[in-house]
């Protein structure tokens, strides 16, 4: 399989978990929730980096959990933005390189190295693809506090990370999208914005991204699980 480099955001701040701190240092199984994401990637050999943009505050704190954890794959550390876009930007110009790049949310420690594989392969053949889940839940548009209208089921996902590209298409939308002041809710949409296809692969349901208190709960049992 084509080999990859992966860059995850690590710069956020976890509001709505409530806990005073990164998030992604809370702890799963005794472990913070950043490493187990990044062991993720460091058992993969087809991942060949992984690129962290991070708070420049917690610079110390990363570089002595990836250490004491034997992470050795992350070849670069670099300062994050306030918005994820801008911390995906910042990754992007560390990269070297012109092969297929994966962009991963820091918080979803249990993606699957079956998903990752086809989401490479597939990104490297048509240029984009990002992995989601069907929706199970009936959905609707509500107007002032009043049902507008429901959505056909069939036709939504639930997108997830990681999301692959080439990178010079990824590059490009990045570099566009900050030029004209665009601000978008994840890579394919702005890649989208710029008229490529994006194929969908089919991830997980357990590819839970850590973000209540409820979600630590869950991810506890996966682990309990084996997962």
Known sequence: MERYTV???AAGSGQRMGAGMNKLFLKLDGKPILI??????????????????IKESERTVIESMLNRFSISKVVALVEGGNERQQSVAA??????????????????????HEVIGKLVEVASVHGAAVAGVPVKDTIKIVEDGMVAETVERSKLWSIQTPQAFRYA???????????????GTD??????????????????????KMTTKEDIVFGEA???QGR
């Open 7 to 9: 860059m995850i955001p």
């Open 169 to 183: 298409i990824l590059k490009e939308a990045s570099d566009k999208a900050e030029a004209e002041g665009f601000l």
């Open 91 to 112: 990754c992007l110009r560390a990269y070297e390189g012109n092969g297929v790049v994966l962009v991963h949310d820091a918080a979803r420690p249990f993606i699957e």
């Open 36 to 53: 187990h994401t990044l062991e993720v990637f460091e058992n993969d050999a087809s991942c060949s980096n992984i690129i962290l943009s």
């Open 222 to 224: 996966l682990l309990r």
């Open 187 to 208: 890579e394919s949409m702005i890649v989208e914005r710029l008229g490529y296809s994006v194929r969908i692969v089919e991830g997980t349901y357990e590819n839970v």
